[in-house]
């Protein structure tokens, strides 16, 4: 594994606590590059109910993980990744895929072949990665390492807007529980579970705006 120690700025935490538009905000602000995680959890949940796979099904799907193609690619500052040659687009976005995620990411075969995935992305050169454990087990090295939290009603309300706003039919009291069924499962699972990794700077994001979250973590970064 290349050392990351001043090439990767870490930020985790649960659903909707602002982690993607940070990570990409203080992406820009460093004219680093863009890593989403989540995305190939989400891209690889994807694939297992294309293919029909059962998601308790651990052997099918870690097999399914080696077999699968991954490439990257370089787009508005982010990294993008395929599978198969098929870029992950607004389909692992689904509310199917919500549902399933945290299942398909406990399982540990699918962990450990997702972080070799991220590894490699590390060396197209230097990243704000978001995730669950990115400052604890893909880039435990990292130096600039952030947990990121809202409110549970905060976040709830954040992630309805965002359905809402791709008009899937979807009421807030669903987002609320699925929210809420998710951070169980990534919290309380054994593989890799969602923590806040040692020296983590936690930032309580309930009641501010990206920009003043983006501009203190920057800000952070500088000094330390
Ligand atoms: O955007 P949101 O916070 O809803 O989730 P995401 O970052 O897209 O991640 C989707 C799911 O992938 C999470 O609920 C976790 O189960 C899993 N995940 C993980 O286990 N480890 C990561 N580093 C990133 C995501």
Request: aromatic residues 4%.
């Amino acid at each position: 594994m290349i050392p990351t120690i001043n090439t990767v700025v870490a930020i985790d935490g649960p659903a909707a606590s602002g982690k993607s538009t940070v990570a990409r905000g203080v992406a820009r602000a460093l004219n680093w590059l863009y890593l989403d995680s989540g995305a190939l959890y989400r891209g690889v949940t994807w694939q297992a109910l294309e293919n029909g796979i059962r998601i308790s099904a651990g052997p099918a799907l870690v097999g399914m993980v080696a077999e699968l193609q991954i490439a990257f690619a370089i787009a508005d500052g982010a990294i993008r990744f395929s599978l198969n040659d098929m870029p992950l687009g607004i389909e692992i976005r689904a509310p199917r895929v919500d549902k399933h995620v945290s299942a398909v990411a406990a399982t540990p075969g699918v962990r450990q072949g997702v972080t070799r995935w991220l590894r490699k992305a590390a060396e197209l050169g230097p990243l704000v990665a978001e995730g669950r454990d990115i400052g604890t087990v893909v880039f435990p090295d990292a130096r600039h390492k952030f947990f990121l939290d809202a409110s549970p009603d905060e976040r709830a309300r954040r992630r309805y807007d965002e359905l809402a706003e791709r008009a899937e039919d979807v009421s807030p009291d669903e987002v609320g529980r699925a929210l809420r069924r998710r951070d169980t499962l990534d919290s309380e699972r054994d593989a890799d579970p969602l923590r806040a990794a040692p020296g983590a700077v936690a930032v309580d994001t309930t009641g501010l705006t990206i920009d003043e979250v983006v501009q203190a973590i920057v800000a952070r970064i500088r000094e330390q």
